[in-house]
């Protein structure tokens, strides 16, 4: 039967493709791809004529069938998604399971991931971390989210947009205490740039300049120091005036 290739693409910087990927992507049968006009520039660039077929998580079961029944008829399916690594924050992770579930050979090629490229350069611990990914939007399951890993010492990798991003910051600081944090902007493109600072100072930055691009936020796992800022248990209890002892 035939072979389900992961196949990650570009952050930003387009001499990021690998050597393997492009080879991949020419030999495959078919490119199932998040958003086809997209990767259709990318094929452009790289001079591949496979052809394309659009593939979104949840939103079509059948066209899931379809690369199944092709995987099983052995044909070569390579995925992509518009950047970086496919099934991280972007669609893949149902194919790949029902691809487990039928026995279907599935290869993975490394290369660019947004959460990674920030951390290694970041200065943060690197030898524990966990991937959070896109917080949900609603502020009040966003805290929910985020008191999870409140007591987690690895450095934590996050994933925002721009506008929210001023917000997030300041939930984070709510949640987690003023720690250190790391803003990661427009990675491998003209104008990456890396911000350093406590949550608090970062949170202002983005108040007084909105930045503008794609960015990681990384903040440093619990290190014991953030209990002071935290509210500690015995705050707002038994101090109000009409308790009586
Ligand atoms: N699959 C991708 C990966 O492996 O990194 C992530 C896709 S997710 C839909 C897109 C998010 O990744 C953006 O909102 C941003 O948080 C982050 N991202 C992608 N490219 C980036 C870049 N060049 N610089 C900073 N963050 C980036």
Redesign the pocket.
Known sequence: SGILYLV?TP??NLEDMTYRAVKVLKEADVIAAEDTRNTMKLCHVFDIATPLVSYHEHSRQNREDQLIERLLNGETVALV??????A???PGQDLVKRCVEEKLKVVPLPG????LT?LIASGLPTDMFAFVGFLNRKKKIKHEQLEQWRSSRETLLF???PHRVAATLGDMREVLGNRNAVL??????KHEEFLRGTLEELQKHCESAPLK????ILVEGRTGEESNEEEQWWEGLATADHVKV
């Open positions: 990650p952050i930003g998604s518009d950047a970086g690594m496919p991280i924050s972007d660019a991931n947004a959460a920030a994933y925002e947009s990661c902007r427009e990675l491998t493109k691009g794609e960015m990681v």
